[in-house]
């Protein structure tokens, strides 16, 4: 894979069905300044409408994944938030809505915005060096991209609320602990890792994955009834839409990857020596 630097700020890798998309600011680490943020969302919109992409790896350049919103240019410039934007609806996501799945490799510290940029992914992985907070009461500011809503449903309301109003920092293994994150992995195997699920996810049906992502989303939106109504509706559509003479092919197929495929993915955490922060 070739990585393909965007204005500056940012690295873009495509190949093997994925895509790799690395913050660039380790100066800053990797605060979301204009320029990254309008970097940002213009490179997820074309990976999103590149048919040969079916993953998105997100990931920060060493030593950080995101420490948020750049707060020198925005005390210099306040009206700077929702400065690049094609779409002023995105200025209030960290990243536009997208039908192709993201995962996360939180290789550093994820602090307030970067938290909010890695809750925004579909599922995360993080280095054992990651670390996450949310600083929004210390800095002065209010969350707006989704911490409120989107950290109760990952970890639970109250461990939500001891996060967002102490402002103390939560270690990878409290993460993996706390169901935020779904592995923790060595810091210098934590791409390959992630590459390698991300070549899972493009080894699908990628109409199936982009349904079956959208299926989450909404039943994740409304009540307990009515998601299963959302999942028996779209579950109608597809097979009224697709062609089912390839099913047993498929079928076939799946049978000879669970052979192959031995062992769940390693997990560090399950070794004799536990990944401690």
């Given at each position: ?125 993080a280095s054992d060096r990651a670390r ?39 270690d990878a293994a409290t993460a993996l ?74 079928r076939r197929a799946v049978v000879e ?21």
């Amino acid at each position: 894979m070739t990585a393909e630097l965007v204005d500056d700020v940012l690295l873009c890798e495509r190949g093997d069905g994925h895509a790799v998309v690395t913050l660039h600011r380790p100066h800053a680490r990797n605060a979301l300044d204009r320029a990254l943020r309008g970097a940002l969302h213009r490179t997820m919109r074309a990976l999103d409408d590149d048919e040969s992409v079916r993953a998105v790896v997100l990931t920060g350049t060493d030593p950080a994944f995101c420490a948020g919103l750049d707060l020198v240019e925005l005390s210099q410039a306040p009206d700077a938030l929702d400065a690049g934007f094609s779409d002023r609806s995105d200025f209030r996501r960290p990243i536009p809505r997208m039908t192709t799945p993201v995962i996360g490799a939180v290789n550093g510290v994820a602090v307030t915005g970067g938290f909010e940029l890695a809750l925004a992914c579909d599922f995360l992985v993080a280095s054992d060096r990651a670390r996450f907070a949310d600083t929004h009461t210390r800095v002065g500011i209010m969350p707006g991209w989704g911490m409120t809503v989107l950290l109760p449903r990952a970890v639970g309301l109250r461990r939500a609320v001891e996060l967002s109003t102490t402002g103390n920092f939560l270690d990878a293994a409290t993460a993996l602990d706390w169901g935020l994150v779904n592995h923790v992995v060595p810091h210098d195997d934590l791409l390959p890792f992630v590459r390698s699920l991300a070549a899972d996810v493009a080894g699908n049906d990628p109409d199936g994955v982009r349904q079956l992502l959208t299926t989450y989303r909404e039943g994740a939106r409304v009540g307990l009834d009515e998601a299963f109504e959302v999942e028996q509706r779209a579950s109608r559509d597809w097979l009224a839409r697709r062609d089912a003479s390839d099913f047993d092919a498929r079928r076939r197929a799946v049978v000879e990857r669970g052979r192959n495929q031995t062992t769940p993915p390693a997990d560090p955490t399950d070794s004799d020596d536990p990944v401690t922060d």
